[in-house]
């Protein structure tokens, strides 16, 4: 018959094999498990960066939009500038006939 001694040493060696084998499965399961998640977060982070991505990008269209208008606009008062000071040359001209006509003075210069 088997000793109470040597059940007991089997039952521990079962044991400790048994350990080993729930501690692998569990190493390995675990490791998938972490794999999946780091997995989910590098698509969370590589989403946001394209999505910061195309916001920059629909921020450089704005921005080349506006600058297209400023110089526009520039264009436009410059030519308004100009047109107004031959306005005002005009004038001078035209006032300076005027007060020559209503005194009877008229200047060559």
């Given at each position: 018959m088997i000793t109470w001694d040597a059940a007991m040493a089997a039952l521990t060696a079962i044991s400790t094999?048994?350990?080993v084998i729930f501690g692998y499965v569990a190493?390995?399961?675990t490791r998938k498990?972490?794999?999946e998640e780091n997995g989910?977060?590098?698509a969370v982070l590589v989403s946001d960066i394209g999505y910061i991505k195309s916001s920059v990008d629909d921020?450089?269209?704005i921005q080349e939009r506006q600058s297209e208008k400023y110089e526009s606009i520039v264009v436009r008062l410059t030519a308004v500038e100009a047109s107004s000071t031959q306005a005002h040359k005009r004038m001078d001209?035209?006032?300076k006939q005027l007060h020559a006509e209503r005194t009877g003075y008229t200047s060559d210069t």
């Open positions: 094999v048994c350990a190493f390995f399961r498990r972490d794999s989910a977060k590098n921020l450089k269209r001209e035209h006032l």
